[in-house]
């Protein structure tokens, strides 16, 4: 029972006849300064209900209340402030972690269910950008996060191997290609060959109705055009293998638009026999306007299928092979109608399961303000990012700690954790510029910083020789401890709160809180001090050290033990 389900608990006994346990818990708060407290309760919503001034009730309150679990309990105008007995709490705590290990906070809400996970999911014969990291890096960590209180995840990188594009590289490559160049350098060259399209189609219009009818004939499995898809789609594959190795993603399934060719004439069926495709100029929709959406195109007037087409099988297909329990869509905040109108189309169908089915947005990474383009050239390859990182870290091992063994291994887990860091301390919603300077710092808000401080905290446990004692009662009631001993005992609640608002910057600025506690810490005590708490200051670093690993775990990063 964490601090303030204990609180909650004690204010109950005497409340319980005006609000419920939960209605206590929301009202809870965490005061501003801790002379205030730990917790503070205002009773402003038991005025009414008592017919008496919030002050006169907080002052009976205090009166009524066991102060058991509690050092102090006082009423501060409408206030009751709670202080925690910080001996009791720092042994549950520093017995619960050292006992559990990395496991603390793990839980079985998700019952091992399975939860699909959508993400990552570049377009075949382009290059994985910056633009491509947020999804992938985001998606890992919801889906570890995931594991962590009891779901089975399963990785899906849904390519985007199928569509309009491809009839444009098609054409591009039969315009200007040559098979030399490509096979030299698969997607540079496919890249420059995409961009010159765009390039040339702006004052030529027949580029873009040559296109579509190659995408036409690849559709209609014309021995040319599947030719040099095949060939696009293997070379890409080759490329984009080596990012994910370098950031350590892996995927459960890399059945992308192209698998569902087979599979979306049943999606036909089923609108058709529901009467819910109607013609309109032409194409083939169906009318979402009860859901106050705009029509959602099934087919275009020329038998082509679209985008939400193939995604209605593929929900098909993984409700039908996987029976998720969650559906999610780790895709940009700019497709959030595209999801309400494929989810709209499901509920149609008559598949509520369309409930269970969650877009995961997020928005965009800039560079100077400004949007990156793959149509336009405007892009910032992820491998050399990561490789400019990885260098930058080890600039500055060479610098601070020259003799570093196997210093090379981790710099890699230093540069690419810093990348990914970064990107996950942000709130997913938000837009943010990337400046790889400031990633890679060791100091600031930064991924470098938390690893050394998890490394600080490694050395320090070994030049003591620090082992757990099973027998031992690690106890600690300094103020100095205090703040660590409440930001390890909350994690629990921070892994639940990333895995509900699927967020996991939730965890990230939770490690960066506790690594700068443990660092003031580290600072103002002298910890292998010779003296009874000695072994207790340990424990406290030990678990402190314990949850900035998993932490870092959780996010896809590494954690280096010495650096």
Request: net charge negative.
């Amino acid at each position: 029972m964490n601090n303030k389900e204990l609180i909650a608990a004690a204010i109950f006994q005497i409340t319980q006849e005006q609000l419920t346990k939960e209605d206590i818990l929301n009202l809870l708060e965490t005061p501003k300064f801790t002379s205030h407290g730990d917790v503070a309760f205002p009773v402003f919503s038991l005025a009414k209900l008592y017919r008496k001034a919030p002050q006169k009730i907080a002052e009976e309150l205090v009166q009524a209340i066991d102060e058991g679990p509690f050092e102090k309990v006082n009423a501060v105008g409408s206030y009751v402030n709670f202080y925690m007995d910080k001996q009791m709490v720092s042994s549950n705590v520093l017995s619960q972690v050292l006992k559990e290990g990395s496991h603390f906070g793990d839980s079985q809400v998700g019952n091992k269910e399975n939860v699909t996970v959508d993400m990552s999911s570049p377009n075949i014969a382009k290059p994985i950008s910056m633009g491509h990291l947020r999804s992938t890096v985001i998606g890992n960590s919801i889906s570890l996060i995931m594991e962590k209180i009891g779901y089975c995840s399963i990785r899906i990188n849904h390519l985007g191997d199928w569509g309009t594009q491809f009839g444009k590289l098609i054409v591009a490559y039969r315009e200007w290609g040559t098979e030399e160049k490509v096979r030299q350098e698969p997607i540079n060259e496919l890249l420059r060959l995409y961009v010159r399209f765009h390039e040339e189609a702006e004052n030529d219009s027949r580029l873009e109705d040559e296109a579509r009818a190659w995408f036409k004939r690849l559709e209609e499995d014309d021995p040319a055009a599947i030719n040099l898809w095949e060939w696009f789609r293997s070379a890409s594959l080759t490329e984009f293998d080596k990012i994910y190795d370098m950031l350590e993603v892996t995927f459960d399934s890399t059945n992308g638009e192209a698998f569902y060719n087979d599979k979306m004439d049943e999606v036909i069926t089923l609108l058709e026999e529901k009467n819910l495709l109607k013609e309109d100029k032409g194409a083939e929709i169906v009318d979402l306007s009860t859901y106050d959406l705009n029509p959602a195109m099934i087919r275009k007037s020329d038998g082509a299928t679209l985008y939400i087409t193939r995604d209605l099988a593929a929900a098909l297909y993984r409700k039908r092979n996987y029976h998720f329990a969650k559906s999610l869509y780790v895709v940009g905040n700019e497709q959030s109608i595209h999801f309400k109108q494929l989810k709209a189309v499901l509920k149609e169908l008559g598949f509520e399961w369309s409930d269970d089915m969650v877009h995961i947005a997020f928005g965009l990474i800039t560079q100077g303000g400004k949007k990156l383009s793959t149509r336009k050239g405007k892009i910032v390859l992820l491998e050399e990012v990561l490789n400019e990182a990885t260098a930058a870290a080890l600039a500055q091992i060479n610098e601070k700690n020259p003799d570093l063994p196997n210093k090379e291994e981790v710099a890699h887990q230093v540069g690419v954790g810093a990348v990914i860091f970064h990107d996950l301390k942000n709130d997913r919603l938000n837009t943010f510029d990337f400046e790889l300077e400031e990633v890679v710092r060791f100091e600031g808000e930064t991924g470098p910083y938390v690893q050394y401080t998890y490394a600080r905290a490694m050395t320090l446990l070994r030049k003591a020789q620090f082992s757990i004692d099973s027998a031992a009662n690690y106890a600690l009631a300094d103020e100095d401890s205090w703040e660590m001993i409440k930001l390890i005992q909350s994690y629990p609640e921070i892994v639940l709160q990333a895995a509900e608002q699927y967020e996991p910057s939730v965890l990230a600025k939770h490690s960066i809180r506790l690594a700068q506690a443990f660092n003031r810490y580290y600072a103002h005590t002298k910890i292998l001090a010779a003296d009874p708490y000695r072994e207790s200051r340990l424990a406290l670093v030990f678990a402190a050290a314990t949850i900035l690993k998993e932490s870092l775990r959780l996010l896809g990063v590494h954690a280096p033990s010495q650096m």
